[in-house]
Structure formats: C-alpha cells, structure tokens
T-cell receptor, first 117, second 108 residues
Framework: DSGVTQTPKHLITATGQRVTLRCSPR?????VYWYQQSLDQGLQFLIQ???????AKGNILERFSAQQFPDLHSELNLSSLELGDSALYFC????????????????FGEGSRLTVL | GQQVMQIPQYQHVQEGEDFTTYCNSSTTLSNIQWYKQRPGGHPVFLIQ?????EVKKQKRLTFQFGEAKKNSSLHITATQTTDVGTYFC????????FGTGTSLTVIP
C-alpha cells in the first residue's frame, strides 16, 4: 500500500462525456503528479501540482484540467471524451517539489482505469 | 524537450538468464530513479542514483549511473519469474521524465 488513494478504480463512460478522477496523496506529501498510461505504453506526464499551485505541465490536452485543493487532494477533469482517452490514469505523490538533487521517490496510486465507449 | 529513451522495449528471457535494460537521456540528469510495474499493477520505486558513475546493488539487481549523468542501466542476474514486469527509468532534471520502459517476460 503506497498510501496514495485514487477513485474510482474503474470508470466506463461514453464519448462526449466528462469525468472527474480523484487522488489523495500520501500523508505529508505536497506534490501530486498525474500520468496517463495507454495499453502497453509508457507513462505520459500530464501535470504536477505542489502545495496547491501548478508546478509543471506536460502533454495535457486542453480538454483536460486539474487542480489541487487546500487539503492537498487533487482532481483530474477529462471532458469531451474521445475513444482515445481510454487509458489508465495514475496519480503519484512526493514529499518535495521535484526536480532537485534531493528529489524523493514518487509513490503511485493503483490508478483509475477509464474506458470510453 | 527532455527525452528519456529505454532499450529494448521488450525482452523475453529464459529463467536463469541475465537481463539488462538501458536508459538514455538527451540532457544531463540530476538523479535517475528506477521503477518496476508488475502486470496489472502500479509503478513501484526501486532505487535512486545521484552521483556520476554510481553503482548500487539490490540482491540480483545492479544499477549504474553513467559518468556524464545522461545514461543508466539496470542489470538483473539469473532472472526469476518474479522479475516479470515493466522497468522504467525516470530522470529528474527539472521534472520527472519517465523512460519508455522495458517489458520483461521470463519464461520458466
């Protein structure tokens, strides 16, 4: 158990719909990262928040948005869903902001599997 | 932007054979981390290398960080079926840049 909680674990929806994925980071971790993993693909970095502020943005589509709340949990919103958005979405957390010589490890949640029909 | 490539993408080995995956970055990295993702699971941190030329061992796993801090390797000696999974390197420059991953299949 990594201490990172993601809900829902599975989600099936239709094209054009909107969904929200939720992530609670490990206790004490200030950074939350979102990754997309399509079938047999690598981990595509979407976005990172640190202590409520957007820290870095990766290949996140304009149809996607995220935020981190004062209690440090984060939500990833996916709208106007397309078939190609079907994937496993991972949230990860870390203690620090990342990108420094003392960068700690990432703790991953179990992921939210999104299926768009 | 920064890219981290891994080779090979897939590797099938007989149980007992050795396995190596290589990670190459287009830019110098502060650190390199390695993760393992079991089939159906989530990535789990294995190790972090910080110093140029650093070598670390974990039982049958040997991790190396290149002298120029732009490449790294993971070597598994005498693979076992429990080693099955995808191994990712992650370079930490300004952010975490995950490699493309190497999927390891171990044939009993």
């Amino acid at each position: 158990d990594s201490g990172v909680t993601q809900t829902p674990k599975h989600l099936i929806t239709a094209t054009g719909q909107r969904v929200t994925l939720r992530c609670s980071p490990r206790s004490g971790d200030l950074s939350v990262y979102w990754y997309q993993q399509s079938l047999d693909q690598g981990l595509q970095f979407l976005i990172q928040y640190y202590n409520g502020e957007e820290r870095a943005k990766g290949n996140i589509l304009e149809r996607f948005s995220a935020q981190q709340f004062p209690d440090l949990h984060s939500e990833l919103n996916l709208s106007s869903l397309e078939l190609g958005d079907s994937a496993l979405y991972f949230c990860a957390s870390s203690r620090g902001a990342g990108g420094s010589p003392n960068t700690g490890e990432l703790f991953f949640g179990e992921g939210s599997r999104l299926t768009v029909l | 932007g920064q890219q981290v490539m891994q080779i090979p993408q897939y590797q099938h080995v007989q149980e007992g054979e050795d396995f190596t995956t290589y990670c190459n970055s287009s830019t110098t990295l502060s650190n390199i981390q390695w993760y393992k993702q079991r089939p159906g699971g989530h990535p789990v941190f294995l190790i972090q290398l910080v110093k140029s030329g650093e070598v670390k061992k974990q039982k049958r796993l040997t991790f190396q960080f290149g002298e120029a801090k732009k490449n790294s390797s993971l070597h598994i000696t005498a693979t076992q079926t429990t080693d099955v999974g995808t191994y990712f390197c992650a370079g930490t420059g300004n952010q975490f840049y995950f490699g493309t991953g190497t999927s390891l299949t171990v044939i009993p």
